[in-house]
């Protein structure tokens, strides 16, 4: 009989927690907090969830999370987030936020923090949910910010386990912002990047060598590169890919043609994530029954999960207790 996907123990490292709003919740958040938005119900706002590409998505991504005002909003978001996660077989969640786009529509960044804070504690309370939040610079915004936004990470130093690097891909290389990760590298944070969802290959080149990053988030282009799949496989380099994600934003065809499986019977390392499951479809638990349909054995999908806990930020003896 088929393993139950569900309850498969696995980590999520690709989770923009933005990207958990549901229409519903947007709603509800839009009601309370007397924010307009150009859309008269749900229903409206659930229909708009369809996009041509990644911007697309972003433009709709960003308006929705103009809802988000207090600290209990952020708590409500990311406490859904977990109790489904959570049902979906997920023990260790390594969560992204986007702060400088809180920040620079006026909610201060303490604000955020305080509610994904709590979350973050509940959800090991009241889940047994490992993990903690990553501070992604958005790549589309000055460098300057990237510096003004990370000083504010680094001044609450504990409450973050790292920083990456999301928003539009193309025309931002990895390459601006070596220095600010840099910084990061100092201070002792762990480093991610997407690289390679929409832009070239060449970033995740760009990515490993200038911004010296731990994972890479999506990565997916690797698999047109020789080269650089012998380098991931060589390496401990884990690659959080994204399935429903890449086929909603148009990356990839259809998950037939996707190059996840390929790239895991290549040796690297990659993983199954959700990226904005609110938005593309589903959760984690749901890309991999997605992904049973396009073609995925059991085994494969018992050394994706692996992968993902390996992959983690997590300490050895919580690794040790989820393999
Ligand atoms: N921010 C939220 N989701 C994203 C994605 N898929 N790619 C880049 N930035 C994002
Ligand atoms: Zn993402």
């Known amino acids: 009989m ?15 927690i933005e990207g958990t709003l549901e229409p519903e919740t947007v709603m509800e958040l839009a009601d309370a907090n007397g924010v307009r938005l150009p859309y008269p119900d749900e229903d409206a706002l659930r229909a708009a969830y369809s996009f041509r590409d990644l911007q697309e998505f972003l433009d709709l991504y960003y308006s929705a999370m103009a809802t988000l005002l207090t600290a209990d909003d952020f708590h409500l978001m990311a406490s859904r987030y977990y109790a489904t996660a959570a049902a979906q077989g997920v023990k260790h969640a390594e969560i992204f936020c986007d702060p400088q786009a809180h920040v620079g529509r006026g909610v201060r960044f303490e604000e955020m923090l305080a509610g994904l804070t709590q979350a973050v504690a509940d959800a090991e309370r009241d889940h047994g949910i490992t993990g903690g939040i990553i501070a992604c610079i958005l790549r589309d915004q000055p460098v300057e910010s990237a510096h003004a936004i990370y000083d504010q990470v680094l001044a609450h130093r504990d409450s973050f386990i790292g920083i990456g690097l999301d928003s539009a891909e193309r025309p931002f290389p990895p390459e601006l912002f070596t220095d600010v990760f840099t910084r990061a590298g100092r201070d ?20 490993l060598d200038t911004l010296g990053v731990d994972r890479i988030d999506h990565g997916v282009r690797a698999a047109e590169d020789e080269e650089l799949i ?50 593309f479809g589903g959760y984690v638990g749901d890309n991999f029954l997605a992904m049973r349909v396009a073609g995925m054995t059991d085994a494969q999908a018992i050394r994706l999960a692996h992968n993902s806990i390996a992959g983690s930020f997590a300490s050895a003896e919580r690794k040790a207790a989820l393999h």
Do not use: Q
């Open 2 to 16: 088929a393993i139950d996907l569900f309850r498969l123990p696995k980590a999520e490292l690709h989770l923009h």
């Open 188 to 207: 002792g944070f762990k480093r991610v990047a997407h690289a390679g969802e929409e832009g070239p290959a060449s970033f995740i080149w760009t990515a």
């Open 230 to 279: 012998g380098r991931l496989a060589a390496s401990d380099i884990a690659l959080t890919v994204c399935p429903l994600s890449n086929v909603a934003l148009k990356g990839v065809p259809d998950l037939e043609h996707h190059p996840l499986l390929g790239l895991l019977e290549r040796g690297v390392k990659v993983m199954i994530n959700s990226d904005d499951p609110a938005y």
